[in-house]
């Protein structure tokens, strides 16, 4: 896996996701960093392509998760843009997602949450727009959130 991936098309950003996931086991959780229209959902898209989900994938503000059944398990979509804190996250039971090791977990807007409450299986990508705002990203593959992994 690469540290930073450039793209310069939504169907770029979805081809990086998708090398990104199959570096990836069930039990993992990527948590997607950046503003709005950055690019979060796109790469849950191609993600879940990968997979072999056909299934649209959008983003789930009103539902906050959505689940996605696949030959590997499930894929769950997060996205905690409505939740107000790690308690408001912890009274919907996000715990159960983030640690089912059956399933991959994509957290939109992750920093809603205390970092401490990741897995140590966590992978963080940062996406920012490049010098062209309209089309670039820079998704950058950050350190684990978790504490046990920080130096
Ligand atoms: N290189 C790129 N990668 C991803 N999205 C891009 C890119 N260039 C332009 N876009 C556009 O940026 C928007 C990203 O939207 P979305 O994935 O919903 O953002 P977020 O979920 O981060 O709010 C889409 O309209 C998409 O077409
Ligand atoms: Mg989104």
């Given at each position: 896996m690469k540290k930073q991936y450039i793209t310069h098309s939504p169907e770029e950003t979805e081809q990086a996701a998708k090398e990104i996931a199959s570096e990836l086991s069930p039990g993992w959780v990527v948590a997607l960093y950046g503003d709005l229209g950055a690019g979060k959902t796109v790469f849950s898209r191609g993600f879940a392509r990968a997979l072999n989900i056909t299934e649209p994938v959008s983003s789930p503000t009103f539902t906050i998760v959505q689940e996605y059944p696949c030959e590997k398990g499930v894929l769950y979509h997060l996205d905690l843009?409505?939740?107000?804190d790690t308690d408001a996250a912890l009274a919907f039971g996000v715990d159960e997602f983030l640690y089912d090791k059956n399933a991959y977990a994509l957290v939109e807007w992750p920093e809603r949450l205390d970092k401490g409450l990741f897995p140590k299986n966590t992978l963080c990508i940062r996406i920012e727009r490049g010098r062209d705002a309209e089309n670039e990203r820079i998704l950058s593959i950050e350190d684990t959130p978790s504490p046990e992994k920080k130096k």
């Open positions: 843009y409505r939740i107000d």
